[in-house]
Nanobody, 123 residues
Framework: QVQLVESGGGLVQPGGSLSLSCEAS????????IGWFRQAPGKEREGLSC??????YYANSVKGRFTISRDNVKNTVHLQMNSLKPEDTAVYYC??????????????????WGQGTQVTVSS
């Protein structure tokens, strides 16, 4: 049974940092493209970043501030988020690509999803 579990969310002040983790069971994360998404209230889910081979992908909204990485020993993918802004407030999800490719980074191309972790950026 495949399961993805996100953790690390919380409340942080603008300009602060958080590190999210996506831990998997039932699959080996290194064998698949793994993406991070977020959904803010009243907005569509947005693809942020993806890691598979060679070079990770970042959406323009997070490029230079967020870093995705993978720990093959712990079967975990991380999303380090720096210089956080109030507009980064959302529920953050990790997901597995079903196509064998990171792109396009859209819901339709991803099948297994975690339950999400809330990130709130506020003073």
């Amino acid at each position: 049974q495949v399961q993805l579990v996100e953790s690390g969310g919380g409340l942080v002040q603008p300009g602060g940092s958080l590190s999210l983790s996506c831990e998997a069971s039932g699959l080996t994360l290194a064998d698949y493209p793994i993406g991070w998404f977020r959904q803010a209230p009243g907005k569509e889910r947005e693809g942020l970043s993806c890691i598979y081979s060679i070079r990770p992908y970042y959406a323009n909204s997070v490029k230079g501030r967020f870093t995705i990485s993978r720990d093959n020993v712990k079967n975990t993918v991380h999303l380090q988020m720096n210089s956080l802004k109030p507009e980064d407030t959302a529920v953050y999800y990790c997901a597995r690509s079903r196509t064998g490719s990171c792109l396009p980074l859209i819901d339709y191309n991803y099948d297994y999803w975690g339950q999400g972790t809330q990130v709130t950026v506020s003073s």
